[in-house]
Each structure stands twice: as structure tokens, then as C-alpha cells.
């Protein structure tokens, strides 16, 4: 069965990068796109971005552009989510989100509080 | 970039009754590239439609969507006590990028 798993909470001090994990199994990790997604408490879905675990491609919303890096390792089937020079604001949880073939969403990570505080 | 409002922002309902969710785009969503999605507290969100009318794998027939172009519709026509829950909508398709409304919250009356 298809699962996200994501790696565990981290506490983060304002300036500083945090990097979240999403390891994927139970189907081919190079065919199925990736989203990024974050909520931040008490809030809706905002989109990040997404990236192409085959070739690495990636696509920023523009709100991140120049603080976000998505990057893939094949051999773990791994997705990573770095977002540098953290604010305040930037406290949410992040989840990883696969894209299938006919471009749903349809599976989700269980998600990675990100709490930025000095 | 589409827009999408959801309304109302919160649906006071018992169990039992029909709940209907609207989801607006500010521009036609091409092919029905229109999702629905429910989320739990503390749980990430899960999908319910796609294609604005099709059923993921394992929700209740009791989950419809219906709707083209600008308006979307989620029903639930018999409300369970694990539906109170938010609903999004989300329009998706071959840009890449995703788009969310701000959500409807089903609240016990």
C-alpha cells in the first residue's frame, strides 16, 4: 500500500533552515510527482511547490521562491522540503503530497510541525 | 491564478440531515480539474472527489460533487457523526500548481 512517511517535528529559531523527509513506498517513486504543502495553525492549505522524483524538475510557488528547495533521492525514494531564512509565519505543518496519473492528489504524509520561535 | 471561495464558512448541521458545500472559482476550472477533501483535526487531509464528481477509492456514496466551469457542489445527503470535519476544495491539472479554498467547516448543531 502506497504510504508518506515524514520525519518528526523540529523547533526552529527565526533566520535559520529546517529540511522535512518524505519517504515514499509501495509503488514506483519515480512516477508520480510530488507536492509540498504547509497549514499553518488554524489555517487552510497553502500549495509550495512540486517536484518530478524522476528527473529532480521542480516548480515554486512564487510566495516561496528564493527560500524553498525541493530535492529527491532515488535510491531511498525520498523527497526533501528545505525552507531557509524562517519567520514566525512560517510556523505550520508541512505535508508531502503525491500527484497521480491523472493528476489528483491523492495521497497525503501525516505531517511535520515546523514551530519557528526565538 | 483562480481564485476559489468556499461558502459558508461554517455549516451547522445534525446528524441525519443533507449537507451542501459550495466551491466558486473566479475563473472556469479547465476539464474539471476540481477536488474535494476532508480534514480532521490533527489528521492530514483526505480525498473524497475528483474530477469534480468521482469518487475516490472507499467514500461512502453518501459523498456526491457536482458542477462545472465556476461552480462546484459537495453534498452529503445523510450526515454521519464522522463527517463533522473541514471540506476543501482544491482545482488542480497539468500546471502543476495546486489551488485551495479557505474551507468549510460541518459543525454539530
Known amino acids: 500500500q502506497v504510504q508518506l512517511v515524514q520525519s518528526g517535528a523540529e523547533v526552529k529559531k527565526p533566520g535559520a533552515s529546517v529540511k522535512v523527509s518524505c519517504k515514499a513506498s509501495?509503488?514506483?517513486?519515480?512516477?508520480?510527482?510530488m507536492h509540498w504543502v504547509r497549514q499553518a495553525p488554524g489555517q487552510g492549505l497553502e500549495w509550495m511547490g512540486i517536484?518530478?522524483?524522476?528527473?529532480?524538475?521542480?516548480s515554486y510557488a512564487q510566495k516561496f521562491q528564493g527560500r524553498v528547495t525541493m530535492t529527491r533521492d532515488t535510491s531511498t525514494s525520498t523527497v526533501y522540503m528545505e525552507l531557509s531564512s524562517l519567520r514566525s509565519e512560517d510556523t505550520a505543518v508541512y505535508y508531502c503530497?503525491?500527484?497521480?496519473?491523472?493528476?489528483?492528489?491523492?495521497?497525503w504524509g501525516q505531517g511535520t510541525l515546523v514551530t519557528v520561535s526565538s | 491564478e483562480i481564485v476559489l471561495t468556499q461558502s459558508p464558512g461554517t455549516l451547522s448541521l445534525s446528524p441525519g440531515e443533507r449537507a451542501t458545500l459550495s466551491c466558486r472559482a473566479s475563473?472556469?476550472?479547465?476539464?474539471?480539474?476540481l477536488a474535494w477533501y476532508q480534514q480532521k483535526p490533527g489528521q492530514a487531509p483526505r480525498l473524497l472527489i475528483y474530477g469534480a464528481s468521482s469518487r475516490a477509492t472507499g467514500i461512502p456514496d453518501r459523498f456526491s460533487g457536482s458542477g462545472s466551469g465556476t461552480d462546484f457542489t459537495l453534498t452529503i445527503s445523510r450526515l454521519e457523526p464522522e463527517d463533522f470535519a473541514v471540506y476543501y476544495c482544491q482545482q488542480y491539472g497539468s500546471s502543476r500548481r495546486l489551488t485551495f479554498g479557505g474551507g468549510t467547516k460541518v459543525e454539530i448543531k
Open positions: 509501495g509503488y514506483t517513486f519515480t512516477s508520480y510527482y
Open positions: 475563473q472556469s476550472v479547465s476539464s474539471s480539474y
Open positions: 503530497a503525491r500527484r497521480n496519473q491523472q493528476l489528483v492528489v491523492d495521497y
Open positions: 517536484i518530478n522524483p524522476s528527473g529532480g524538475s521542480t
